[in-house]
T-cell receptor, first 111, second 115 residues
Framework: DAKTTQPNSMESNEEEPVHLPCNHS???????IHWYRQLPSQGPEYVIH???SNVNNRMASLAIAEDRKSSTLILHRATLRDAAVYYC????????????FGQGTTLQVKP | DGGITQSPKYLFRKEGQNVTLSCEQN?????MYWYRQDPGQGLRLIYY?????DFQKGDIAEGYSVSREKKESFPLTVTSAQKNPTAFYLC?????WGIGNQPQHFGDGTRLSIL
């Protein structure tokens, strides 16, 4: 299974942009890149996903490197509610559809 | 609103006892999943179901059992054979299985502890 590498923690100031990096050098051609976030004692929440092109939605943007070996989740204006653990996941499009979770990045947002 | 409901939120198990965690979804999704999360760790797949009346073992199925008799329900039983059951259990669903561009929707979890 292809794996991802993320920094353990990051800090941001409120209302500033946040760039959360993820390395996935062993990604296969059919793996989608998914991002989820998780607040304490809650289930993960889907944020965004992409395959090759950059993606935008109401929550965030996803920038994918041309060689697909890395990606960056962009929160345009961090709020206190964005403080969470962010997981970068390669969606196994093979035989289970399972999400392969790593350790994630704990994002702290300072007022 | 559509979503996934897990119950109970907290559950305590005595030694040698089986306990069942409930997971119900009203999203009309075919695929459902059970994950286990230990403190400070990511999620690990226990069982998954591609469609009603079908289920498959995930990475850590030993000591667990499931059933999928109805599309909307996917209960997980933690048996006495599971020697370290204390964890946060999460149920998820997706429209279908094995499609890389479909997100999974999660419930709010059940926290299981040993008495």
């Amino acid at each position: 299974d292809a794996k991802t590498t993320q920094p353990n923690s990051m800090e941001s100031n409120e209302e500033e942009p946040v760039h959360l990096p993820c390395n996935h050098s062993t990604i296969s051609g059919t793996d989608y890149i998914h991002w989820y976030r998780q607040l304490p004692s809650q289930g993960p929440e889907y944020v965004i996903h992409g395959l090759t092109s950059n993606v935008n939605n109401r929550m965030a943007s996803l920038a994918i490197a041309e060689d697909r070996k890395s990606s960056t989740l962009i929160l345009h204006r961090a709020t206190l509610r964005d403080a969470a653990v962010y997981y970068c996941i390669l969606r196994d499009s093979g035989n289970t559809g399972k999400l392969i979770f790593g350790q994630g990045t704990t994002l702290q947002v300072k007022p | 609103d559509g979503g996934i409901t897990q119950s109970p939120k907290y559950l305590f198990r005595k030694e040698g006892q089986n306990v069942t965690l409930s997971c119900e979804q009203n999203l009309n999704h075919d695929a459902m999943y059970w994950y286990r999360q230990d403190p400070g760790q990511g999620l690990r797949l226990i069982y998954y179901s591609q469609i009603v009346n079908d289920f498959q073992k995930g990475d850590i199925a030993e000591g667990y059992s499931v059933s999928r008799e109805k599309k909307e329900s996917f209960p997980l039983t933690v048996t006495s054979a599971q020697k370290n059951p204390t964890a946060f259990y999460l149920c998820a669903s997706s429209i279908t299985w094995g499609i890389g561009n479909q997100p999974q929707h999660f419930g709010d979890g059940t926290r299981l502890s040993i008495l």
